[in-house]
Nanobody
Framework: VQLVESGGGLVQPGGSLRLSCTAS????????MNWYRQVSGKERELVAG????????NYADSVKGRFTISRDNPKNTVYLQMNSLKVEDTAVYYC????????????WGQGTQVAVSS
């Protein structure tokens, strides 16, 4: 079971990035998918989530209107489109898979660094 994130990098304030997370070894459509982020020395925070069917999403207040989470179940991939990036969005972003029935443990990716700086 594995989640592999990609798409992080360095971008200027106001810029955009799209993160991807591809799952393997699990039945992707069983899992709600989330993006978390963490700044060194702080707790990991939930940024956005999407239910297993893709029919509902939720966002942290700090990213509403700027970030969009989506998923492509046939491709076993979840995305996070990040627009109008701010310096305070700088963090390591982690992909998370949560079994919609709660029978299995959460799965985490290794994280991808996003740095917003001029």
């Amino acid at each position: 079971v594995q989640l592999v994130e990609s798409g992080g990098g360095l971008v200027q304030p106001g810029g955009s990035l799209r993160l991807s997370c591809t799952a393997s070894g699990l039945t992707f459509s069983r899992y709600h998918m989330n993006w978390y982020r963490q700044v060194s020395g702080k707790e990991r925070e939930l940024v956005a989530g999407i239910v297993s069917t893709g029919g509902s999403t939720n966002y942290a207040d700090s990213v509403k209107g700027r970030f969009t989470i989506s998923r492509d179940n046939p491709k076993n991939t979840v995305y996070l489109q990040m627009n109008s990036l701010k310096v305070e969005d700088t963090a390591v972003y982690y992909c998370n898979a949560r079994d919609r029935l709660g029978w299995r443990d959460d799965v985490w990716g290794q994280g991808t660094q996003v740095a917003v700086s001029s």
